[in-house]
C-alpha cells in the first residue's frame, strides 16, 4: 500500500522508518519531510497545510492511507477536506476530523466535554473580552499557582502558571486584551493547578473502539532536573514505572473509555490518535490536556517499542478492528534524548554543519530540525536531532543514548543527561 505521512520532524521520522519496515508498505511519501526521511521515501514540497497539493499528491500516486503527523493541519480540517473528495472515499486517514481535532484545538471545547464526560481534570473557569473584568476578579482570589491557558493552538507556549496574583492578573490580561497568542488567546481558560507526575498516555482510535499504545514521560524544560523554561520536549522515556496495572486501570476506566464514548456520543468518527496528557494526583490520574495526535519526542520513544506490523494496525484502523488487536511490545526501555540547538527555546544560530552521525552505535537517529545546505546537513530548527536507545532499565538506555548523543556534533549543540533519572 502506498503510504503518505504529513509532517517533518522526529515523529514522522519514526512512522517513517516504522512504516517502511513492513513489507506491505509500498511508496512512503512525505510531505513534507526531512533530511532523515529522504532515504526511506519521497520527500516533497508540500508544506502540512497545503491541503490541495497535498489531496494531487495522493490522487496521483494512489496512496491508500495518510498519517498526520502534526496538529496544524488536523485543527485545520485536512481529514474533512480529503473525504469530501468522490475519489477518496475509501483513504485511510490516520487523524481526526475538524470537530474531534477541538480535542487539541481547543482547550474551552476539551475542557466542557471532560465536564460533560465526568472525566477527571483541574476545575476550571473560561473567560474572553466580554468577561474580563470578572475574569480579573476571579484570578486575584484564586488559590495558586493558577493555570492560564490560551483557547487555541499556540505550538505549546499557551500556558502560563503564575505563582502571584499580580502575575496573573497581568497574564490574564496581556493574554485577552493585548492579544499575546493573537486569536487564540481571545478565550482563556484558568484552572487549578494540580501537583503531581506526568505521563503521555496513547490510544488509537477507529470510531469504534480503540488500541493501547506503550505510554511515555516526557521533558518538557530545557535545564537538567526539570528547570528553566519550556520547550517542546527535550526526551522521553517508555515504559513510565509509576505507570503500573494499578494506574493504567484506573485511567482506563476513568479517562479512555469515557473518553472513546463521550466522542461517538458527540457524533465524532474519530480515527488516529488521542494523546492524553495526564498527571498523576497521589496515585489518581487526571487530565492535564488532550491531543489529536501522537507527541514529540515520545513518539521516538513509543514507536521503536512496538514490533507489530504498522501497516496492518492501520489497515484495522480503516476496517474498525482495532479492539480485536493485541499489540507486540518490546519490554525494554527506550529512552530518547533530543539534541537541540544553544539557546532554545530562545533565539539559536542555524545553519552549523553536523557531523558524526555515521559513529553513532546502538541507537537510533530522527532528523528533527535539520536541513541541507548545499549538500551539508546543518541545524535548522530548535530541536535538531532525537536519538532513542533501548536497552534493559533506564540507566542502560541512557548510557546508549548518550554517548550517541556525544558522537554526534555542531557547534553550541545542547542535550540533557537527566532524562529519565527521576524515575530510577
Ligand atoms: P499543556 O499545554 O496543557 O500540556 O500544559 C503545558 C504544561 O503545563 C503541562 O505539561 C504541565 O506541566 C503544565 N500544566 C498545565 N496545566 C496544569 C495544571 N492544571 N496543573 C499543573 N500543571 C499544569
Ligand atoms: N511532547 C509533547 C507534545 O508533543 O505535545
Redesign the pocket.
Known amino acids: 500500500m502506498n503510504i503518505l505521512i504529513v509532517g517533518s520532524g522526529g515523529r514522522e521520522h519514526a512512522f517513517a522508518l516504522k512504516l517502511k519496515e513492513s513489507p506491505k508498505c509500498g511508496s512512503l511519501y512525505l510531505a513534507p519531510g526531512n533530511p532523515g526521511t529522504e532515504k526511506l521515501g519521497v520527500n516533497t514540497n508540500i508544506k502540512v497545510d497545503d491541503f490541495d497539493s497535498i489531496e494531487k499528491l495522493i490522487l496521483e500516486n494512489n496512496i491508500e492511507i495518510v498519517l498526520v503527523g502534526p496538529e496544524v493541519p488536523l485543527v485545520k480540517g485536512i481529514k474533512d477536506h480529503l473525504l469530501s473528495h468522490p475519489k477518496l472515499k475509501d483513504l485511510i486517514v490516520v487523524g481526526p476530523d475538524k470537530k474531534g481535532a477541538q480535542l487539541e484545538g481547543s482547550?474551552d471545547f476539551s475542557k466542557m466535554f471532560m465536564l460533560k464526560y465526568s472525566i477527571p481534570t483541574?476545575s476550571y473557569k473560561t473567560f474572553n473580552q466580554n468577561s474580563l473584568h470578572s475574569g480579573i476578579e476571579y484570578v486575584s482570589k484564586h488559590s495558586l499557582?493558577v493555570?492560564l491557558?490560551a483557547d487555541g493552538l499556540a505550538a505549546?507556549k499557551?500556558?502560563i502558571?503564575a505563582e502571584t496574583h499580580k502575575e496573573a492578573v497581568s497574564a490574564l490580561n496581556e493574554m485577552i486584551a493585548d492579544k499575546k497568542f493573537g486569536e487564540s488567546s481571545a478565550t482563556v481558560v484558568v484552572?487549578?493547578?494540580?501537583?503531581g507526575i506526568?505521563v503521555s498516555v496513547f490510544a488509537l482510535c477507529d470510531g469504534e473502539g480503540y488500541l493501547l499504545l506503550p505510554e511515555a514521560k516526557?521533558y518538557?524544560r530545557i535545564g537538567e532536573k526539570d528547570t528553566g523554561l519550556?520547550t517542546g520536549g527535550m526526551g522521553a522515556v517508555s515504559p513510565v514505572p509509576f505507570a503500573d496495572e494499578v494506574f493504567m486501570k484506573k485511567v482506563k476506566e476513568r479517562i479512555i473509555d469515557p473518553t472513546i464514548a463521550g466522542l461517538k456520543s458527540e457524533g465524532i468518527n474519530y480515527t488516529g490518535f488521542v494523546f492524553f496528557?495526564l498527571?498523576s494526583v497521589s496515585g489518581d490520574p487526571f487530565v492535564?490536556?488532550y491531543n489529536a495526535r501522537m507527541g514529540d519526542p515520545e513518539t521516538e520513544a513509543v514507536i521503536p517499542r512496538i514490533k507489530s506490523d504498522l501497516v496492518d494496525i492501520f489497515v484495522a484502523l480503516g476496517q474498525k478492528k482495532l479492539s480485536q488487536l493485541t499489540l507486540d511490545v518490546d519490554p525494554r526501555t527506550a529512552t530518547t534524548v533530543m539534541l537541540v540547538s544553544g539557546g532554545y527555546p530562545e533565539d539559536f544560530e542555524k545553519g552549523f554543519s553536523i557531523s558524526g552521525l555515521q559513529n553513532v552505535k546502538d541507537a537510533v537517529v530522527f532528523h528533527s530540525g535539520t536541513s541541507l545546505k548545499n549538500g551539508d546537513l546543518v541545524n535548522s530548527g530548535g530541536r535538531v536531532i532525537a536519538v532513542t536507545a533501548l536497552g534493559e532499565n533506564i540507566q542502560d538506555a541512557l548510557i546508549k543514548t548518550n554517548a550517541a548523543a556525544e558522537k554526534i556534533t555542531w557547534s553550541k549543540k545542547y542535550y540533557r543527561k537527566d532524562i529519565g533519572l527521576d524515575l530510577c
Open positions: 482547550k483541574a499557582p493555570v491557558k505549546g499557551g500556558v502558571i484552572e487549578q493547578f494540580l501537583t506526568e516526557d518538557k519550556n496528557g498527571i492535564i490536556e
